[in-house]
């Protein structure tokens, strides 16, 4: 009798522990278009790079983006050293010859390899997260800025942990692959939900996903 | 000088790079104009000799660390529905035909060839229709690809995030 009065309350005080962190992300999700960090000052930017033809196209968004957004940090899987180079080059002829060290890059462990099972995506995912709320925590980014590789979903994750506990809300804004025409990779299926700004670049996308913002081709 | 290239990407595509090779479309290249052949042909499991076939200069590798100049002197790019390679060529402005390998099922990269033939960006085909299309196919009816607009999602984000 006592055990299951013991278990009992273990069991309501895990739902409520569940029902106020649904609550909080809800209201977290809801401030999104209240937060403009830009209206401060200089607007601190996360660039989830992927690897080969994500990276690419991330650096042309970036290219697009005005010196307002500094300092920019990268985050890119482990295993990567081409999106380094690549991004090393970019900064090079974009960055700001005045306003040097502008940038970072950090490594974090690849959450999905390319055709990897779902289950081991699941403890992979985990185990990056582990690196991404460190990571976001020192860097307190104002934007995660992401479009698709594995890696950004424990990155946003981290992120709107920050605004959930009322440290920082983190304004998360991920693009979907050019890519992708008639269904979205898994992040941007997660990501849907979660992102303040979801932007896909095929109107078959639009009209499947109405909360997606489209404006044509963008990268 | 004529030149067609053609990229696997980081596949293997054999099959492709038999076909092109083949007598029959080695011919049909030439009937057509084309002088020099450069193949790209990443993990696949034959590395064709330069100079094997008679009538076109060929040359062939596996990588390099850019194509970019390949795809810059070429006049017809015949490429694997890879989406990199697919925006790489059309980004270079360049006659592109895309052969699908129809061996490859249920890939994602296919959407996008997929879309951008419908689009009426590139000419696609498969490798048993490949002779055919070499013999036929006609550039001029194709829609021009023009480059992304990145600075609208710049324009948009600014007043998202209040950048005076």
Known sequence: ?219 | MTRVFVTVGTTKFDELIENVISEENVKVLIDRGYTELTLQVGHGSHLPSPGSCSGLKMDAFRFKDSISDDMKQADLVISHAGAGSCLEALGAQKALLVVVNDKLMDNHQLELARQLHSNSHLLYCTCSTLTETLKTMDFSTLMPFLPGQPQNFAKFLDKALGIA
Not at chain 1, 80 to 96: A, L, P, V
Not at chain 1, 176 to 194: A, F, T
């Open chain 1, 1 to 219: 009798m006592e055990l299951q009065t013991l278990l009992l309350g273990v069991l309501s005080g895990c739902s409520l522990i569940i029902l106020c962190f649904l609550v909080r992300l809800f209201v977290v999700l809801r401030e999104g278009p209240e937060c403009k960090p830009g209206a401060k000052g200089p607007v601190c930017i996360l660039v989830v790079a992927g690897s080969g033809g994500h990276t690419t196209e991330i650096l042309r968004l970036v290219g697009s983006l005005s010196q307002s957004y500094r300092p920019r940090h990268y985050a890119i899987a482990d295993t990567d050293q081409m999106s380094e180079d690549k991004i090393r080059t970019f900064e090079s002829s974009h960055g700001d010859a005045l306003k040097e060290h502008q940038y970072t890059i950090h490594r974090i462990p690849r959450s999905r390899e390319v055709r990897q099972s779902w289950s081991s995506s699941v403890v992979s995912t985990l185990y990056a997260l582990l690196y991404s709320v460190p990571l976001v925590f020192r860097l307190r980014p104002d934007v995660v800025l992401c479009n698709g590789p594995g890696t950004c979903v424990p990155l946003c994750a981290a992120g709107l942990l920050l605004g959930m506990l009322g440290l920082k809300r983190v304004v998360l804004v991920y693009v979907e692959s050019i890519c992708r025409v008639e269904n979205l990779s898994l992040s941007g299926k997660i990501l849907y939900h979660l992102a303040d700004y979801f932007f896909v670049q095929w109107t078959s996308l639009k009209d499947k996903y109405p909360k997606a913002i489209y404006m044509g081709r963008i990268v």
